[in-house]
């Protein structure tokens, strides 16, 4: 009890839930509990599915963005990051690759025929 009264003492100046409830702002956990529930546990527990700890992390927070709306915006974002790495260095000097590749000297006569020895 005591460390517990030492630390109400302590951040009283933090703990300002009056404040909160004014505002409409919840102060009991009850709303994270029921996001976990809903982001996690329901997504996580499907009847048949296994998750690895590596595909529970990749799937999670798409699962986020999807539910709090921000989905949209992500996926811009998303493929504006695949397109530097993957396609700038192809339009470096403004003109496609492939027709830089075909501005190069170029033959028309085929090679001559080697000497039979």
């Not at 999670?60 to 999807?66: D, K, Q, T, V």
């Not at 493929?79 to 027709?99: D, F, T, V």
Request: charged residues 20%; aromatic residues 8%; contains cysteine.
């Amino acid at each position: 009890m005591d460390t517990c009264g030492r630390y109400l003492l302590n951040n009283a100046k933090d703990l300002k839930s009056d404040d909160y409830l004014k505002a409409g702002l919840p102060i009991a956990t009850g709303v994270i509990e029921v996001a976990c529930r809903h982001l996690i546990k329901d997504r996580m527990d499907i009847t048949g599915a296994r998750w690895t700890m590596r595909g529970g992390e990749a799937v999670l927070p798409l699962g986020s963005l999807y539910i709090s709306g921000y989905w949209d915006e992500y996926w811009q974002f998303h493929l504006q990051q695949e397109h530097k790495p993957n396609h700038l260095a192809l339009y470096s000097s403004g003109i496609p690759l492939s027709k830089q590749v075909l501005k190069g000297p170029c033959c028309t006569t085929p090679p001559p025929l080697p000497i039979p020895v």
